[in-house]
């Protein structure tokens, strides 16, 4: 066990550092993350750098969980949280660091510089998504020069770490993308540093799967109705919801027994909802808000799609996949590696309203390919992407820098 690289006789102390601990695909791979290392016997504390509302099930691991007082948006209190983080962490003294996200994989390794080299902790970065995203306005456009602000802030927390870990294969080039110009192998730099380890998701809790009547009730759903629906945060242009609406549009137009649904909140919601007010699809297009039991959308979708301009390794589509969906996905991070094209459902171009529509249609007009589809999808989540093994891999990762260090 990975205890034994520390002492035979006390267990690995672990420390999840993330942005904020609500809801979304990180805060949803740490927690399974946190779930399987108590399992395991490990001691596991979480960090949030925003003095935000904290998700019930983290509380409900028994966990300790630290908020500091940083917000959400960038802001120069950002920076004073690494003072707050350093001495919360010289308190704590564990052995392993985890950051998720570029905020803490900036502010972390901050935190830990002056550490004596024999108490410092073994630090761990993860990149869950492409790291010019930082340099994306709300409008889409790239700032050059938040784009280089971008590629020194991930190159200084990559350079502090001990390893950079990805949440799929593809983010292996993103990486390389922050070390161009800085080194002249990088190879040399991945054999050493990157290590892969894939979202997973919670298998049991997608057991017995039945369609969940109450939420097709109430969007007036009739016998023939073909529910398209889609959960994420409502955070244009990144989750590409717009994009979804104007393909919408042109799916109701082939499609008139289509319906769609999307779950989740966020600033952009009024933007949208008048959106599809101008497209003239707001009586076919319900805004669910924040649904606690996502569980419950899954189960009452005939096809999920993801719209997204970009991601690293949405666990939305895991989800959806083993709930038995066909995902309509865009290609954007590792979604292809789940999502495999035109057996698990259909992947497009990012920002291609047109593709995502005719993936779309070829869905709702075809329920046997539906079924199919689905059926491949819950099959491929259930023999590759058990949150079990991302925690395996991670744990590995953790056993060969704490083996080296001690």
């Not at 949803?28 to 290392?37: A, G, T, W």
């Not at 901050?110 to 930082?134: E, N």
């Not at 919670?202 to 969007?219: G, S």
């Not at 082939?254 to 649904?261: K, L, Q, S």
Request: hydrophobic share 45%; with cysteine; charged share 25%.
């Amino acid at each position: 066990m990975i205890e034994a690289a520390v002492s035979s006789s006390r267990p690995l102390h672990v420390v999840q550092v993330v942005r904020s601990a609500s809801y979304g695909g990180v805060e949803n791979h740490v927690y399974e993350l946190c779930r399987h290392f108590l399992a395991q016997g490990l001691r596991v504390d979480l960090v949030s750098l925003v003095d935000q509302e904290v998700r019930a099930d983290f509380h409900e691991l028994g966990i300790r969980i630290f908020r500091l007082h940083d917000r959400m948006g960038w802001s120069p209190r950002s920076l004073t949280t690494t003072f707050e983080l350093r001495k919360l962490l010289r308190t704590l003294a564990p052995d392993v660091v985890h950051l998720h996200g570029i905020r803490p994989t900036l502010v972390g390794p901050l935190s830990l510089l002056g550490s004596r080299s024999k108490g410092r902790p073994a630090v761990f970065a993860t990149l869950h998504g492409a790291y010019s995203l930082m340099a994306i306005d709300y409008y889409g456009n790239v700032s050059r020069r938040l784009l280089l602000l971008a590629k020194a802030f991930h190159w200084i927390g990559f350079a502090l770490s001990d390893r950079v870990m990805v949440d799929c294969t593809t983010l292996v080039g993103e990486v390389r993308k922050v070390y161009r110009g800085l080194t002249w192998n990088f190879d040399r730099v991945a054999r050493r540093k990157v290590r892969v380890a894939h979202n997973g998701i919670d298998l049991q809790q997608f057991e017995n799967m039945q369609q969940h009547a109450d939420i097709r009730q109430r969007l007036g759903c009739e016998s023939g109705t073909v529910l398209i629906g889609s959960i994420s945060r409502l955070d244009e242009p990144k989750k590409g919801t717009g994009v979804l609406l104007r393909a919408a549009r042109i799916v109701l137009d082939e499609c008139p027994n289509a319906r769609f649904v999307i779950c989740g909140e966020g600033y952009s919601r009024a933007e949208l909802e008048a959106l599809a007010a101008q497209l003239e699809i707001a009586d076919r297009v319900v805004f669910l808000g924040f649904w606690k039991d996502a569980l419950e959308v899954y189960r009452a979708l005939d096809v999920f799609v993801l719209p997204s301009l970009s991601e690293g390794f949405p666990t939305v589509n895991l989800e959806a996949m083993a709930a038995g969906l066909p995902v309509v996905t865009t290609d954007v991070g590792g979604a292809a590696e789940a999502v495999h094209e035109g057996t698990c459902g259909f992947v497009v171009p990012p920002n291609d309203a047109p593709a995502l529509a005719a993936a779309m249609i070829r869905l709702c007009t075809d329920s046997a390919l539906r079924s199919t589809m689905g059926a491949h999808a819950r099959k491929v989540v259930k023999e590759s992407f058990g949150s079990d093994v991302t925690a395996r891999r991670v744990m590995d990762a953790y056993r060969e820098v704490v083996a080296r260090s001690g």
